[in-house]
C-alpha cells in the first residue's frame, strides 16, 4: 500500500471502456437517469459517494452491465487507496495478455499483493467478464485473508472463496446471486460495500506444543479492530437517531440550517462528539429514524459540524415503521393495530401532530399525550428505532385540501392557495407566499387551479399536488361508493367531498362519471362531474319533465357541432328540475345514457350585436376567449361549423344573435352563436382540378376540390361547383376552416423559369429570394411530389425552361414560401 500515491493521467483513463469506472466528478446516486432500476441503492449510493464507482457517459450508472476482470482490478486499487487514483509507477506483469493493456499496473499491483492470480498458461484474461467469485475472493485479500492459509486458492479456490465469503458478509443483500455468473455494477457496488464494512485481519505467529512435545510455531488469524472503510478512507461507521433536520425537530431540538441533521448517536466512536448536527441532508420522513452514515472525524475535534459525511444518511434496518391511515380509530382500535406490527407505547413514548409534540401538565408533572383517534387521510406513523417492540414516535401528518387560486413562476415566484371544505380539525387554511420558488417546498410541481394539500410544519409550508382517478359510479352503499370495482370513502380532512360540501354518497348517482380527488390513503376529498366532463352543450328543445322519471326529452347541440335527442334534467343543487330552453349546461352522463346538466361557477352571457375577429381575446368587456373556447355557429338547415380557439375562427364574425358560458374569470368555454354573418381570411390556394368532386343529395350538395394549400396537397369545400375558371393559382380566396366561401380575381399560370440558383428564383412573376425554408412542389396534373431548386431546368438560349409558379411569403413578398414545377 505504501507505493499508492494519487492521481493516473487523464489521457489513460479516457481510453478506458464503459465498463470501466472513472472516478473524478462522480455523479451522485439522484443524479443517475436509471436509478429507478438500481437494486443495491444504499450501496450505490455509497461507492458512488466514496469516489470508488461513477457513472457512464451518458448520465446513467449502468446497473445492469458487467465488469471485465481488468475492471475490477482497478476497482480494488481504488479502493485501497481511499477511493482515488493511484500511481503506479513502471509496475508489469508477466502475462501474456496484458502487456501494453490500459489495465497492467493496477493488475501488477494486485498480483504483487497476492489479490489476483491469472487463468493459467500465463494469462489474465482481462476482458473476461469478472464473476461473483472472483470478485469477493480479491476482496477477501484486499481486506487481509490469506490465500493459502484459507484455501482460496489451487484447484478448490471457489468453495472456500464462497464460504469465507458468506462468513465474512460479503454476500450480504446479494443471497441469490450465482458466484459463477458475471457480476454486475449493481452487484459489484453491495459487495465493495460490504467489503469496506468487513473487520480487516492480519496473521501471527504463535508459539505452541505439538502433541509429541514438540514445540512449534503456528499461524493464527486475529482481527485488527479496523475496518477497510477506516483503514483505506479513514472513516468511520455511524449510527445514530435524527432528531431535526431543515424541515423539522423532535422534542429537545432545534430546526436546523438546510443542509444539516441533527442525530444522537449510538455508541459514538472516539473522536466524535455523541449529540451534533453534521452536514448532510435528510428529508422529513427520516426524522425520528435510525440512520447510518460514514464519516470522516476531523483530526483536530471532536464536533459533529466538522466531520465529514461520505455520501448519504441512510435508512438504518434497524427501524421498525408502521404507518395507519383508517378513519375513525379508537385508542383500542389503534393499539390492536400496533399489536398486528409487533409493536407497542409506553410513557415514553413521544406524539406529535404536524411535528409539535403533544403533551399534558406542566413542569415536573409535564407528560406526554397520546393521540385517541386517528381520522381517514390522517397519516399516523410508529417509529421503534432500535426494533425493540417499543414506539419511540408516533407521528400524524395532518394536510389540507385545496385549490391554487394564483401562481407565477416568474423572478421569486408567487402562490396562493385555499382551503376547500377543510374539515373542522383542520386549522391551517391559506397557504400565500411571494418568494415561493424558495419558501414553498413542492413549488415547481404544481400550477394554476390544480387540487393540491398543503400543510405546515414549523415554519416552513409544502404543497403537493392531490392524485385524481377519473371513474363510473356503479354501486353506492352506505357511507361507501364503488367504481370501477374500487370501493371507496370520504376522507376525514374534509367536511364534504364537492362544492355544496356533500358527503361522498349523496355527491355522486349511480352511473355518474366523476373525478375523485384522493389523499394519499386513497379516501375521497373532493369530486368534480364538470372537471370528469368538461363538456358544455345548448338546449335547444324541451318536452315536459317527468317526476317519476327524473328527466324530460331534450334536443341538445353539443360543441362538436351534432344535435340530438336525449333524456336530460338540470341538477339544481341536488335537486332535479326540467333543463331551460336555449340555455347552455355543462353535463355529464350515466351508463343509462341520461344526461346531467350543471352550472356550478358557470354563467351564461349574450353576445348579441358583437364582433368576433380572429386571435382577439376580448369578445366583450366581460367575456373573454382563449385556445380552449369551442365556437359552434349555426349555418341554417340544422347545419353547424364548429372552431375550436379564437386564433383559428374566421377573419371576422359579426354576431346578431349568439351567447357564452364563461367561467368565474369570464372565459368562454363555449359559445353558441345562432345568426351572424363570416368574413373568412383571404389564402392562395392552388387550383390542381378546376372540376369538383359532388357529395350529398340533390337538395344539399358538397363540393370538393383538389388543391395546394399552405405547402400541402389537401381538398377544401365549398357549396359552389364553379368557384374556379381554370386551374392555376389563386391569390384572393376567402376560407372559413376548410370551407371556401369567395374567390376574387382569376388564376395566376405558371411561366418559365429564369433564374434557379444562388438563392434566386425568377420567372414572369418577378425575381424573388429563396432559402432552405422555402418548400419546392413537382406538380404533374393532380400528383404533388416534394423537390428541389436544384431540379428546376432554367431557359437558357434553346433550352426550354420549366414552368413555375412562385407562391411568395405572407410577411414578405420579395420571399419565395413555396415554388411549384408545373407539368
Known amino acids: 500500500m505504501n507505493n499508492l500515491k494519487r492521481v493516473l493521467s487523464v489521457g489513460m483513463a479516457s481510453t478506458m471502456v464503459l465498463g470501466m469506472m472513472a472516478t473524478a466528478s462522480a455523479a451522485s446516486f439522484n443524479d443517475f437517469t436509471d436509478k429507478d432500476e438500481i437494486v443495491n441503492k444504499d450501496a450505490v449510493s455509497m461507492v458512488t459517494e466514496l469516489g470508488i464507482i461513477a457513472g457512464l457517459p451518458d448520465g446513467s450508472y449502468g446497473a445492469t452491465q458487467n465488469i471485465d476482470r481488468a475492471s475490477f482490478a482497478r ?10 487514483e493511484p500511481t503506479l509507477g513502471n509496475l508489469t506483469t508477466s502475462f501474456t495478455d ?3 493493456h490500459w489495465a497492467e499496473k493496477y493488475i501488477a499491483y494486485c498480483v504483487q499483493q497476492g489479490i489476483i492470480a491469472g487463468k493459467g498458461n500465463n494469462t489474465f484474461a482481462p476482458s473476461a467478464q469478472v464473476t461473483g467469485s472472483e470478485a469477493a475472493k480479491m476482496l477477501l485479500v484486499a481486506v487481509g485473508y490469506n490465500t493459502t492459509y484459507e484455501g482460496i486458492g489451487g484447484a478448490t479456490w471457489q468453495v472456500s472463496t464462497d464460504v469465507l465469503s458468506n462468513q465474512v458478509g460479503l454476500y450480504k443483500g446479494l443471497e441469490t446471486i450465482n458466484t459463477s455468473a458475471a457480476l454486475t455494477r449493481d452487484q459489484a457496488a453491495q459487495m465493495i460495500y460490504n467489503a469496506l464494512n468487513a473487520e480487516m485481519v492480519k496473521y501471527e505467529i504463535v508459539p505452541g506444543v505439538s502433541t509429541n512435545g514438540q514445540i512449534v510455531a503456528n499461524t493464527q488469524r486475529q482481527e485488527t479492530g479496523e475496518t477497510l472503510l477506516e483503514k483505506a478512507f479513514k472513516a468511520v461507521k455511524v449510527e445514530g ?19 444539516k441533521t441533527y442525530v444522537q448517536l449510538n455508541d459514538a466512536p472516539k473522536g466524535l462528539n455523541s449529540t451534533g448536527a453534521f452536514k448532510v441532508s435528510t428529508d422529513l420522513d427520516m426524522v425520528g429514524k435510525t440512520v447510518t452514515m460514514f464519516v470522516q472525524p476531523d483530526a483536530n475535534s471532536t464536533q459533529t459540524s466538522k466531520a465529514v459525511v461520505l455520501g448519504n444518511a441512510l435508512e438504518s434496518d434497524t427501524n421498525n415503521v408502521a404507518v395507519l391511515t383508517a378513519g375513525k380509530d379508537s385508542a383500542k382500535k389503534i393499539a390492536d393495530y400496533l399489536d398486528d406490527n409487533n409493536l407497542k407505547t409506553n410513557s415514553s413514548t413521544e406524539w406529535y401532530v404536524n411535528y409539535a409534540i403533544r403533551t399534558t401538565g406542566s413542569g415536573d408533572s409535564t407528560k406526554n399525550d397520546p393521540l385517541t383517534t386517528n381520522e381517514a387521510g ?5 417509529i421503534d428505532n432500535n426494533d425493540d417492540g417499543v414506539v419511540d414516535y408516533a407521528l400524524q401528518l395532518v394536510k389540507t385540501f385545496g385549490k391554487v387560486t394564483s401562481y407565477n413562476d416568474s423572478k421569486d415566484g408567487t402562490i396562493n392557495v385555499s382551503a376547500v371544505n377543510p374539515a373542522d380539525s383542520i386549522t391551517y387554511k391559506s397557504l400565500s407566499s411571494t418568494k415561493a420558488a424558495k419558501d414553498i417546498n413542492g413549488f415547481a410541481d404544481v400550477k394554476k387551479d390544480d387540487y393540491v394539500f398543503f400543510y405546515k410544519i414549523g415554519n416552513k409550508e409544502f404543497v403537493e399536488p392531490a392524485k385524481s382517478v377519473e371513474v363510473t359510479v356503479s354501486s353506492i352503499k352506505g357511507n361507501k361508493v364503488t367504481a370501477d370495482d374500487t370501493t371507496y370513502e370520504q376522507s376525514g380532512l374534509v367536511k364534504g367531498v364537492n362544492e355544496d360540501a356533500k358527503n361522498l354518497n349523496e355527491a355522486v348517482e349511480l352511473g355518474d362519471k366523476v373525478t375523485f380527488y384522493l389523499d394519499n390513503a386513497g379516501y375521497v376529498v373532493y369530486t368534480d362531474a364538470e372537471a370528469a366532463a368538461d363538456e358544455y352543450l345548448k338546449v335547444l328543445a324541451v318536452d315536459s319533465f317527468s317526476s317519476v322519471s327524473g328527466y324530460a326529452n331534450t334536443k341538445i347541440l353539443k360543441t362538436d357541432g351534432t344535435t340530438e335527442v336525449v333524456n336530460a334534467y338540470y341538477d339544481n343543487a341536488g335537486t332535479k328540475e326540467k333543463p331551460d330552453n336555449g340555455k347552455i349546461y355543462a353535463y355529464s352522463v350515466n351508463s343509462k345514457g341520461v344526461y346531467k346538466l350543471v352550472l356550478t361557477d358557470l354563467t351564461e352571457k349574450s353576445i348579441n350585436s358583437t364582433t368576433i375577429e380572429k386571435g382577439k ?6 367575456v373573454l376567449a382563449n385556445a380552449q373556447t369551442v365556437f359552434v355557429i349555426d349555418r341554417g338547415n340544422d347545419v353547424y361549423t364548429v372552431y375550436t380557439g379564437i386564433a383559428n375562427v374566421p377573419k371576422e364574425i359579426t354576431v346578431k344573435t349568439g351567447s357564452a358560458i364563461v367561467d368565474k374569470n369570464n372565459i368562454a368555454k363555449a359559445v353558441f352563436i345562432s345568426d351572424s354573418d363570416m368574413t373568412g381570411s383571404t389564402e392562395g390556394v392552388y387550383v390542381l382540378d378546376k372540376n369538383p368532386t359532388v357529395t350529398g343529395t340533390s337538395d344539399d350538395k358538397t363540393y370538393t376540390y383538389d388543391v395546394i394549400y399552405k405547402g400541402e396537397k389537401t381538398t377544401l369545400t365549398s357549396e359552389d361547383g364553379k368557384l374556379f375558371a381554370s386551374k392555376g393559382y389563386y391569390d384572393n380566396v376567402s ?13 395566376i399560370q405558371p411561366s418559365e423559369a ?8 425568377a420567372n414572369a412573376q418577378g425575381t424573388f429570394s429563396y432559402s432552405d425554408s422555402t418548400k419546392v412542389l413537382y406538380v404533374d396534373g393532380t400528383d404533388v411530389s416534394e423537390s428541389s431548386i436544384g431540379a428546376i431546368t432554367v431557359k437558357d438560349g434553346g433550352i426550354k425552361g420549366d414552368n ?6 405572407s410577411d414578405n413578398e420579395n420571399i419565395a414560401a413555396y415554388v411549384l414545377i408545373c407539368k
Request: with cysteine; proline share 0%.
Open 75 to 84: 476497482l480494488i486499487c481504488v479502493t485501497l487507496n481511499g477511493g482515488k
Open 754 to 761: 429564369t433564374v434557379a440558383s444562388k438563392g434566386l428564383v
Open 98 to 100: 496484458t502487456k501494453g
Open 378 to 382: 390522517k397519516e399516523l406513523t410508529f
Open 241 to 259: 437517531v435524527v432528531l431535526a433536520n431543515e424541515y423539522a425537530a423532535l422534542n429537545g431540538a432545534g430546526v436546523q440550517d438546510e443542509g
Open 804 to 809: 413555375i409558379l412562385v407562391i411568395k411569403d
Open 735 to 747: 376560407i372559413n376552416g376548410t370551407e371556401i366561401t369567395k374567390v376574387t380575381g382569376s388564376a
Open 617 to 622: 381575446t376580448q369578445i366583450k368587456s366581460d
